[in-house]
Nanobody, 121 residues
Framework: QVQLVESGGGLVQPGGSLRLSCAAS????????MAWYRQAPGKERELVAG???????NYADSVKGRFTISRDNAKNTVYLQMSSLKPEDTAVYYC???????????????WGQGTQVTVSS
């Protein structure tokens, strides 16, 4: 089993910045990819940014140039640096890890509990 704990959300003014963190614990044998998703009220959950085992990143068009995803393998943590935040970035942000817990296991998706990001003046 893998547990994910997110932190770093909060209230920020338009144009401000926040950094989200997602730390993993438990049994991790192989990490395939990590990602951040978000879900705004009344909307479906959407992919914000992802990073693969080679640290290649991809971003939603709406956040390109403003958000940066990164990983610290030694700390088993993935980050999302968010800058130039807009009110439309307001959502609950979830981290997702696609990992294998052991050599005998298959790759599975694990989710964090979510952290609220509110962009408002």
């Amino acid at each position: 089993q893998v547990q994910l704990v997110e932190s770093g959300g909060g209230l920020v003014q338009p144009g401000g910045s926040l950094r989200l963190s997602c730390a993993a614990s438990g049994s991790i044998f192989t990490i395939n990819s990590m990602a951040w998703y978000r879900q705004a009220p009344g909307k479906e959950r959407e992919l914000v940014a992802g990073i693969d085992y080679n640290s290649r990143a991809n971003y939603a068009d709406s956040v390109k140039g403003r958000f940066t995803i990164s990983r610290d393998n030694a700390k088993n943590t993935v980050y999302l640096q968010m800058s130039s935040l807009k009110p439309e970035d307001t959502a609950v942000y979830y981290c997702n890890w696609h990992v294998r817990s052991s050599v005998w296991d298959i790759f599975r998706d694990y989710w964090g509990q979510g952290t609220q990001v509110t962009v408002s003046s």
